[in-house]
Every structure is written in structure tokens, then in C-alpha cells.
């Protein structure tokens, strides 16, 4: 027992529609790099956020160190030598690097201590800061950094790291493995959340892998592969998703040409001479890292900002930069924003009512002002049919689904008025892995069925298996689109860190 | 051990029974907490209710001095659920109500000697006229300036009644009226017809009636209602949508100023006859209440209107019969909007006493 310094014995924990975990048990060796894998909604999350205190199991025990282990708060946990680095940061944009870590220290402390522990750390574990830097002038793996300097000032022998690489750039990720390297070298343990099977592989010792709240199986990984895992997280075997050049017709209708808008804003990122095209039947990847740029490139795509200082955009030989989105709409384009919830779906909405978000012409839900509910239903149950959503009925609320349901409902609906355009962004962020295989699949039969479609997302290995062609979306500017077919993924990584040869 | 203080945790689901018990559960703890105030002074809290609540109402007139009561509140309350619904806090009523009231009470000054059929539906027009307009200033500066709307018609309350009170002291002033501050009286069909021989119930109660009809078709059967539902939940998904969310706010300000415009004519030209400077015992703040403990449903603001129209009965009667001041109606409508807001923060969120090692 002596090299096991965490034993989680039979967790249960549920919530008034779900059990998110079930009898979980396992145990933790030190100084190892221990994963726990699985689908988003597997009961990860819910785990560790019992191990730090934010919440409180209905049953079983955990020991640390063979001795009983109970927190309330995060503190508490902290103080018992538990950290945890959360996957959204919490740091305050405003305030300097220096500043945020004073502020997350629970005990006292004098500044020359606080700086030279900052030293020690800083250069033992591959953790260069600049301490005078404001928050928001750093890029998210400097973010990153920061919050993993602000959980070491307290010594942690448990550091809890909640899908840590779904921010950062290949190169960037790396760069976190030689720290994670170093940590367990100084005999800490690393509890590492994540649902990408090839990061379990490269740097965890042990994988724990979770599927609907259970423990499927607790092993080493120097057996495993990625196929046999994905087939113990998913249970069951997923077919290889396929792009073929040769649906693209060689007709460009989507026309985007040097587009600027500055938005005088700390927060927000200016856009920089943007231009790209897209051919009949093409689906177009934007990559890069988040707060680059996308969010405010998919409001003037969408038409929700008009405001642009200059350049077009044209669709079927129409400029469309200054059409709102219903006008886009009318012309057969739809769009769906990034987050379901209160943007392109309103949560306290029925699916039904959901349906009247999105209008096009050829929809028939509107006569004289007065909304045609039937054919609005007919619509919602078709949608929920085609595109296999789970949920009671049409009337039920937006905010009762799941997000993989929500977000295969939402772009069901888009979809179902055979678009001739599909602007999506981040198609399948945070939902299950069921359901982000559904998703890339029916986008690839829109564009077989001659639809166009541009795809900004975060995520470069949902970009390299759907579309056909890429670029990289840094500060504001775009590069050059590479086939996808052909491009390395060094040189995307390389681009989505600012750096281009 | 638990902590003294308890902390608000938000609760996951919200109980949609208990959704549809808030203005039951306010109005009966209204009732108990009333009771400890009349306790208090002294009085027996079962004849002080009763003189309170069931005396207004147990004559033919009293019932019809009820619906005279409810009749602005009601009106007013369902325009406030247009702003409401869009998220706009338009606390002006008070104000749009007055402005009615000095347009549409212009016209039959104007028209004093006046006798035609037309001369009714004129000043009610206008009336609608005079409240839109006002309510349209907020809206203005909420979508050129960005304002805060809750600041602007609220301050343009004042504003209305300095003109109405001017208007009364100055150029409208009756000259056969011994220099009170008051206007000449309407031409009798400048009135507001009454509905029942002898009673002060009016044609405004046929008025309001159907402005909630409508109003319930608008919220519930048509595109409009249904952005302006989108627009208060979530501001993001009407830009999605492509809603026009600045007509969107000139539409809501516009309809719930020229309700509380025509509650505000039907208060002059009905009951009163004439402008004066009290037109309204605050109407337009009270009806803010009526609105939300009828979770700002056309059904459940007509309940509410009553029940709050008989604090205003009540309060009158308790003043003659137990010597108590009128304004104890005020603070029975301040209990149950205290308790309305209560019972609301509950649905939506518990309290938990943290456990302290």
C-alpha cells in the first residue's frame, strides 16, 4: 500500500435527473501521471470536484495517505495538500500576473518569500512567467501557467489538471508534458482529466476510464492503444469519417475579401485583412487558438455585426456585408454560433418554439405575423426524428437536454432547410463523443448534397478529419488555406502560435 | 456544527407547481402579516381584516367601486408586461398615464361645449397619443445613448406632473372655477358612459377587457410576442434570429405608454370628469405590482388588479370605520410585493447552512 496515496472507494454521487457516479473505486500511486478518461458527461468532472471539496459525495470514503480524507471547500482541500487547475481560468484579466498570484494565496506570506518561491518554481519545473505582464496580453498557455504557478506556491502532492490541452497549440502542449515531467519527478501526482486518447498514451503512467458515471477499467497504458481505449470509452466501434475531393465543384460562392473592423476594445480581437473563398460542395477549416479572432470573424459571417471598416463579402455574385442575418437567411445561409445556450437556442424555450430562431423562406412558420404552430411542430418532430435527438417531445425545454442533443438539434434545424451555405462554429464543442460522431458525419453528407460549409473550431483534429481545406487564424489574421489532405500538422501549429516562417 | 449565516446555493430545477403557488403563498402570508401589524395597534385582527377586505365588497356598489379600482391598474399592468417580458424596466407608468391624461383631457377642454359621438373616441386617441409619446423618450435615449431606462421614465414621472400641475394652475384653469386648481368639466359625451344605472363602473372596464384580450392573442399567437419573449430571455439569440431588437423597445415602450395614456383618459373623462391635479392615487407604481404578482399573464393580471384594488378599498374603509391612516393600503401592497419577491428568490434558489468543522 505504501506507494498508493490516494484509494477512492465506492463514490456515489447523484443528481435529481442522473447518477454521476456509481461505486467508483480506484486507486492513485504516487508520483505518477494517473488520467481518468472519458466522454464528456461520464462523471469525471463530478469526481474531481468531490476530490476538491466543491462537492460532497452521497456515499464511500477516500483516503489520502491511508488516512480519511473529507473537505467542504476548495481551501480545505488545498491545505491537504490537494490543487487543482480548472480547464476555464480564473484569473482577473485586468490585474497583473504578479497580482493574480498574490491574490490566490490562502496563507500569509512576505513578498521576497513570495518571489524567490516564485524563482524556485519558475525554473525547476519549465514555467517562465513575466510577472509584470497584464493578464489579458498572454496567450492561454501562459494563462495556463500562471494558474499552475498559483496552485505550486502551495505545495501540492495531488495537482488535479481538468482537460488542460484543449486551449493550447501543439507546441504549447509539449511544452506543459515537460512540466508535468518534472512534477512527478519531485515525487507529486498528477490527476489527469481528458477525453483525447493520444495524450493518455504520451504521458500518463495509469488510465482510469470512466463510461456513464462507472469505472469500465483501471490499467497501465504501456499495454494500450488508442483504438482499444476509444472502444472501452465509447462501447462501441465508430467508423472512420471520409473526405472526398471530388465532390468539390470547381464554382466559388462564398467570397470573403479583405475584411477589417477594428473594435477599439481590450477584450475583443481586431480582424485584419481577411480574405478566403469557398467552392460549391468545400468544407473550409478555420483553426486556431481561442481569442484569436473567431468569435468576432463568426458575428460578421452571420451578419449579427455589420459594422466592418472595410472590405465585402460575396454570395452568389451578391455583396451581403451589410445584410442582417435575416436577409443572410433569406439568401439560404445559416449559421451556428458556438455557445447553444442563449445564442443559437434560448434555454427557457421549448425545442418547438426553438425552431422559429432560425426562418428561412421556404419555412412556411409565419402567416400574416401569427405563428403557424403546426407546421412550427412539424418541423421540431422532424428535426428530433431525423437527427436522433433524445427528449420527451417538442415540448420540452431547450435547457432539459443535453449538450451533444442540443447541439444535434440545433444544427438539424439549420440543416433541414438544405442550406446552401453552413457557417458553424466549434460543431462540437464539450459534448459526447456519440454525438460529435454524429454531427461530423451529417455535415459531410450536407456537403456530398452540394452544400458549402465553413467549420471554425478550436479543435484541429475535428478540422483535419472533416474538412478540405485549412487556415489558421492568428491575432486577427488569416493564413493562406492548405489542402488538408496534405498539410502537416507541425506547420498548423506552428501558425495557430504566431509564428510563420 | 452549523454556520449562524446561511448561504444561497441556486437549486438545479425549479418546482413549476410552486411556480404557479408564488402569488397564492404572498397574499396569504400578506394576510398573517397584516394581522401582527393590526395586532400591534391595537386592533382585533379578524374584525380589522374583515373591515379591510370583506366590507369593501359586500354591496353591489362596493363590487363596482372594485372593478373602477382595477380598471387602470389592470390596463396599465398589461402594457408594463410588454416592457417586462423584453426585459425593459419601464417604471414610468405614472407618468405615460398622465401625459394620456393631458392630451386626451386637452382635447375634450377644447371641445367643452362640444356635444358629438366623436368626440370620445377622439380624446381617447389622444390620450394613447399623449402616453406613447412620453414613453417613447426612454426609449430614445435607451437606444441612442444607452441610458438606463429605469432612471429616465421614472424621472419623466415628475416631469408629467409639473405639467399637468402648471396646465391646472395656468392656461387651462377654469374661469367659472373660484381659482381652484382645476380644469373645466368634459361635455357629457366627453365622458366615459357608465355601464350600470347608478354605479361609477365604466366603459374603460369594456376598454381594458379587450386590450387584454388582444394583448394575450399578441403574446401568445404571433411572431411579435414571441420576439419580444426571445429579446427578454436572451438579447444574444434575438441578434442571431435577426430580430430588430431597437424596434423591438420602441414597439414595448410604445404600447405600454399608450395603455397607461388611455388608463389615464378613462381615470379623467370616467370617474373624475374633469383634469385636476390628483388624477391618480399611483396608479402607474401600483400597477408595477399588479404586473408581477400576475406573473404578467393576461388571466393573472386581471386577478391581481382586483386584488390589489381592494387594498385600495380596504385602506378607506379601515380609515373610516377603525381610524387607521389610508396608507396602511400601501403597506399591504409593499408586504405582498416584498413577499412576491421573496417567494420568487426561493423557487429559484435555496438556502443552505454550510457545516463548520
Redesign the interface.
Known amino acids: 500500500m505504501s506507494d498508493t496515496i490516494l484509494n477512492i472507494e465506492n463514490i456515489t454521487k447523484s443528481f435529481p435527473r442522473v447518477i454521476a457516479n456509481k461505486k467508483v473505486t480506484f486507486d492513485i500511486k504516487k508520483n505518477a501521471v494517473h488520467a481518468i478518461l472519458g466522454e464528456n458527461g461520464a462523471g469525471k468532472s463530478t469526481l474531481v470536484k468531490i476530490l476538491y471539496g466543491l462537492l460532497e459525495p452521497d456515499e464511500g470514503n477516500i483516503k489520502l495517505n491511508n488516512k480519511n480524507f473529507k473537505v467542504n471547500s476548495p481551501a480545505e482541500a488545498r491545505k491537504q495538500g490537494i490543487g487543482m487547475v480548472f480547464q476555464h481560468f480564473s484569473l482577473f484579466d485586468s490585474l497583473s500576473v504578479k497580482e493574480n498570484l498574490i491574490l490566490g494565496i490562502d496563507e500569509k506570506m512576505s513578498y521576497s518569500d513570495l518571489e524567490n518561491k516564485l524563482e524556485n518554481i519558475s525554473s525547476r519545473y519549465n514555467l517562465p512567467l513575466n510577472l509584470d505582464a497584464p493578464i489579458t496580453a498572454l496567450s492561454a498557455g501562459e494563462k495556463q501557467r500562471v494558474e499552475i504557478v498559483r496552485i505550486l506556491l502551495q505545495d501540492p502532492q495531488i495537482l488535479i489538471m481538468d482537460e488542460p490541452t484543449s486551449v493550447l497549440t501543439p507546441q504549447e502542449v509539449e511544452s506543459l508534458f515537460v512540466t508535468l515531467n518534472a512534477l512527478v519527478k519531485e515525487s507529486r501526482t498528477i490527476l489527469y482529466i481528458t477525453h483525447k486518447l493520444e495524450e493518455v498514451i504520451s504521458i500518463c503512467d495509469t488510465v482510469t476510464i470512466m463510461r456513464n458515471g462507472e469505472i469500465i477499467d483501471t490499467s497501465s497504458t504501456s499495454n494500450q492503444t488508442a483504438k482499444t481505449l476509444a472502444t472501452k470509452m465509447l462501447g462501441q466501434k465508430l467508423d472512420d469519417l471520409k473526405t472526398n475531393y471530388g465532390q468539390i465543384k470547381d464554382e466559388v460562392n462564398f467570397e470573403v475579401k479583405n475584411i477589417s473592423c477594428d473594435f477599439n476594445d481590450p477584450f475583443l480581437t481586431d480582424l485584419k485583412n481577411i480574405s478566403f473563398q469557398v467552392r460549391v460542395g468545400e468544407i473550409y477549416g478555420i483553426a486556431g487558438v481561442a481569442g484569436n479572432g473567431q468569435s468576432e470573424l463568426m458575428d460578421i459571417l452571420t451578419g449579427e455585426n455589420i459594422n466592418i471598416k472595410s472590405g465585402s463579402i460575396t454570395f452568389d455574385n451578391k455583396k451581403i456585408e451589410k445584410y442582417g442575418p435575416q436577409k443572410r437567411r433569406d439568401l439560404s445561409i445559416s449559421f451556428v454560433p458556438e455557445n447553444r445556450l442563449g445564442h443559437s437556442a434560448v434555454p427557457e424555450l421549448s425545442l418547438s418554439e426553438n425552431i422559429l430562431l432560425s426562418q428561412f423562406p421556404k419555412n412556411n412558420f409565419i402567416k400574416n405575423g401569427i405563428i403557424l404552430k403546426n407546421n412550427v411542430d412539424d418541423f421540431a418532430n422532424n428535426v428530433i426524428n431525423e437527427y436522433k435527438v433524445i427528449t420527451p417531445g417538442n415540448d420540452a425545454k431547450a435547457s432539459s437536454l443535453s449538450g451533444g442533443n442540443l447541439q444535434k438539434y440545433v444544427i438539424g434545424r439549420e440543416i433541414s432547410s438544405k442550406p446552401k451555405i453552413l457557417i458553424i462554429s466549434h460543431p462540437t464543442w464539450g459534448i459526447d463523443a456519440g454525438a460529435e460522431h454524429s454531427i461530423r458525419e451529417s455535415l459531410i453528407e450536407l456537403s456530398q448534397n452540394g452544400t458549402s460549409i465553413i467549420v471554425i473550431s478550436q479543435d484541429l483534429d475535428e478540422l483535419i478529419e472533416i474538412t478540405h481545406k485549412i487556415s489558421v487564424i492568428y491575432d486577427g489574421n488569416l493564413s493562406k488555406p492548405f489542402n488538408t489532405s496534405e498539410v502537416e500538422i507541425e506547420k498548423l501549429g506552428l501558425l495557430m502560435g504566431g509564428k510563420n516562417e | 456544527m452549523n454556520s449562524l449565516l446561511p448561504s444561497i446555493v441556486s437549486r438545479?430545477?425549479s418546482s413549476g407547481i410552486m411556480n404557479f403557488f408564488v402569488p397564492i403563498i404572498s397574499i396569504v402570508l400578506t394576510l398573517i402579516t397584516g394581522s401582527i401589524i393590526f395586532v400591534l395597534l391595537g386592533f382585533d385582527p379578524v374584525y380589522a381584516l374583515y373591515t379591510f377586505f370583506i366590507s369593501p365588497i359586500s354591496s353591489t356598489y362596493g363590487i363596482s367601486e372594485l372593478f373602477v379600482k382595477a380598471t387602470p391598474l389592470a390596463l396599465i399592468a398589461i402594457g408594463l408586461s410588454y416592457c417586462f417580458k423584453n426585459n425593459i424596466y419601464n417604471i414610468g407608468a405614472e407618468g405615460q398615464l398622465t401625459m394620456g391624461a393631458i392630451f386626451g383631457g386637452g382635447i375634450g377642454i377644447l371641445f367643452h361645449d362640444t356635444n358629438a359621438f366623436w368626440l370620445l373616441p377622439l380624446m381617447i386617441f389622444a390620450g394613447a397619443i399623449g402616453g406613447a409619446l412620453w414613453g417613447l423618450i426612454p426609449a430614445i435615449l435607451k437606444t441612442k445613448f444607452n441610458t438606463n431606462e429605469i432612471l429616465t421614465s421614472l424621472m419623466l414621472v415628475y416631469v408629467a406632473l409639473f405639467i399637468l400641475d402648471y396646465l391646472v394652475v395656468g392656461p387651462w384653469k377654469d374661469p367659472f372655477g373660484y381659482s381652484f386648481p382645476k380644469s373645466r368639466p368634459f361635455s357629457e359625451s366627453g365622458r366615459m358612459p357608465i355601464l350600470f344605472d347608478g354605479l361609477r363602473v365604466h366603459f374603460g372596464l369594456i376598454i381594458t377587457l379587450f386590450l387584454i384580450f388582444v394583448s394575450w392573442f399578441i403574446f401568445s399567437?404571433?411572431?411579435?410576442g414571441?420576439q419580444l419573449?426571445?429579446s427578454g430571455?436572451?438579447p444574444?439569440?434575438a441578434?442571431?434570429?435577426?430580430f430588430n431588437q431597437t424596434t423591438l423597445v420602441f414597439f414595448a415602450f410604445a404600447i405600454c405608454g399608450a395603455f397607461a395614456g388611455i388608463a389615464g383618459l378613462a381615470e379623467v373623462s370616467g370617474p373624475i370628469g374633469l383634469l385636476y391635479r390628483d388624477i391618480s392615487p399611483n396608479y402607474g407604481f401600483t400597477a408595477i405590482i399588479v404586473a408581477f404578482l400576475g406573473r404578467l399573464h393576461p388571466i393573472g393580471i386581471i386577478f391581481a388588479s382586483l386584488v390589489i384594488a381592494l387594498t385600495y378599498l380596504g385602506a378607506e374603509d379601515a380609515q373610516l370605520f377603525l381610524q387607521i391612516p389610508s396608507a396602511v393600503g400601501f403597506i399591504f401592497q409593499g408586504l405582498v410585493l416584498f413577499y412576491l419577491l421573496g417567494a420568487e428568490l426561493l423557487i429559484n434558489y435555496k438556502l443552505t447552512y454550510?457545516?463548520l468543522?
Not at chain 2, 221 to 224: A, P, S
Not at chain 2, 239 to 242: L, N, T
Open positions: 438545479s430545477q399567437k404571433t411572431i411579435l414571441f419573449k426571445v430571455y436572451s444574444k439569440a441578434k442571431y434570429a435577426g454550510k457545516k468543522l
